[in-house]
C-alpha cells in the first residue's frame, strides 16, 4: 500500500468538506445510504465516480472507529465491483488481508455476507478490549519479533490505515522500550499533528505516566499523560460547548454546515491538543467559546460554498469589533489546519 486510496483515515474526513455534493449523498439526500446500498447482489456492480468516494469516506469512519467487521464487509463488496482502476483493487485485498489477520475475531461477524453491518450496534462487547489484548499477545507468543514489527510499520513505513491500526496493537503489548521508541520518535520525528495525538493516545493507553514534551509546529507542547482524552466524551466539556454553539446556528437550517462543522471540530481539536490554542478554549469564557465557534462557522462555510461573508458569520455568534482580533486569529488557526491536511 504505497499509495493508498485513502491516505490516511484521519485526514480523509477533512477532504470532503470541499465537496458539498458528495455531502448530500453521503447525508442521505441522493437516496444513498451505506447498509441500503451493499446488497448481497454485487455481481455485475459498476461504481460512479462519486459512489465510490463516498464507500471509501465510509471506510475511513469505519477504521476511525475501529469498526472493524463492517470495514472487512465493505472491501469485500468493493472488490467485488467492476470498473475501477486496478491500483485501487489491489489496495482494498490488501487492507482487507491486513485486517483479516490482525483482526480474526471480526472475520464473518455476525455470520453471513452483510451481517457485519447489519449488526454494527452489537459488534462491541463488554470484554471487546480483552479479546484484542489476547489476538495481539498471541501474535507475539507465535513471533517474539512482533512487536519490532508492529514499530516498524508505524514509524518507517509510508502512512497509511495500517500505520494507525500497527498504534492500535502497540497499546496492548508491555515492555518500556515500547514506550521509550514512542516518545523518541514523537519528539525527534516531524509529524503529522493528529498522528502526534495518535501516539498520545497509544501511550496512554500503554499506561504511561508523566509528562511528554514535544514540537508541534513552532511551539514546544507539554501533554500530562494522564489526561491524554480516549474518547471524546473525556475531553474537557467547554470542547463539546463550541459545537453545541454551531449547532444552535445551524442544525435546522443548515445541516450540511453543522455535519462538516463537528466533523471538522473533532479532527481539529486533536491536532491543536496541549498548545495554546487548546487551553484558550478551556478558559471557560463564554466570549472564548462564541469566537471559536464563530471562526468554525465561518471555515466551513467557505469550505463548502466558496464564498466569504465574515461579517455575517461574526454577527451570527455576537463578535463585536472588540472580540475581532481573537477571532481572526481563531480562523487563521483552522485554515491553516485545513491547507495542511489538504496538501497531505
Known amino acids: 500500500m504505497d499509495s493508498p486510496s485513502i491516505h490516511m483515515f484521519f485526514f480523509k474526513l ?26 448481497p447482489a454485487k455481481d455485475n456492480v459498476i461504481l460512479f465516480p462519486k459512489t465510490l468516494d463516498f464507500y471509501q469516506i465510509q471506510l475511513t469512519v469505519m477504521l476511525e472507529n475501529e469498526r472493524y467487521g463492517e470495514a472487512m464487509e465493505l472491501l469485500r463488496f468493493l472488490l467485488q465491483c467492476q470498473g475501477q482502476d486496478e491500483r485501487h483493487y489491489e489496495e482494498w485485498q490488501a487492507l482487507l488481508e491486513w485486517l483479516e489477520a490482525a483482526f480474526p475475531q471480526y472475520m464473518n461477524h455476525g455470520g453471513g455476507q452483510g451481517a457485519g453491518l447489519d449488526s454494527y450496534e452489537h459488534e462491541e462487547e463488554p470484554d471487546e478490549e480483552e479479546m484484542k489484548r489476547q489476538n ?15 514499530l516498524h510499520t508505524a514509524m518507517e513505513e509510508p502512512l497509511s490505515e495500517q500505520t494507525m491500526l500497527a498504534l492500535e496493537q502497540l497499546s496492548y503489548l508491555e515492555g518500556s522500550d515500547i514506550d521509550d521508541k514512542l516518545v523518541g520518535w514523537l519528539m525527534q520525528a516531524r509529524l503529522h499533528p493528529l498522528l502526534q495525538f495518535r501516539v498520545l493516545q497509544t501511550l496512554r493507553k500503554r499506561g504511561m505516566q508523566g ?25 474537557p466539556p467547554q470542547v463539546a460547548m463550541v459545537t453545541e454553539r454551531v449547532a444552535a446556528q445551524t442544525e435546522v437550517q443548515e445541516p450540511t454546515l453543522y455535519y462538516f462543522a463537528q466533523e471538522l471540530w473533532s479532527q481539529f481539536i486533536m491536532a491543536i491538543y496541549g498548545t495554546e ?23 466551513v462555510t467557505e469550505s463548502l460554498t466558496g464564498s466569504r461573508n465574515e461579517e ?33
Not at 290 to 299: E, M, R, S
Request: charged content about 30%; some cysteine.
Open 277 to 299: 490554542d487548546y487551553r484558550s478554549i478551556l478558559d471557560e469564557d463564554d466570549t472564548t467559546i462564541d469566537i471559536w465557534a464563530a471562526a468554525l462557522h465561518q471555515i
Open 14 to 39: 477533512k477532504e470532503v468538506c470541499y465537496n458539498q455534493q458528495l455531502f448530500a449523498q453521503a447525508r442521505g439526500k441522493e437516496g444513498i445510504h451505506i447498509k441500503e446500498h451493499i446488497s
Open 211 to 235: 509528562t511528554v514534551q514535544f514540537k508541534r509546529g513552532q511551539e514546544q507542547v507539554s501533554v500530562d499523560m494522564e489526561t491524554v482524552p480516549l474518547t471524546p466524551e473525556e475531553f
Open 312 to 344: 455575517e458569520s461574526r454577527a451570527m455568534y455576537g463578535i463585536t469589533d472588540t472580540m475581532r482580533f481573537r477571532f481572526e486569529q481563531a480562523y487563521r488557526s483552522f485554515r491553516q489546519f485545513v491547507s495542511a491536511g489538504m496538501q497531505e
Open 136 to 150: 495481539v499477545r498471541a501474535k507475539l507468543a507465535e513471533d517474539q519479533h512482533y512487536a519490532d514489527k508492529l
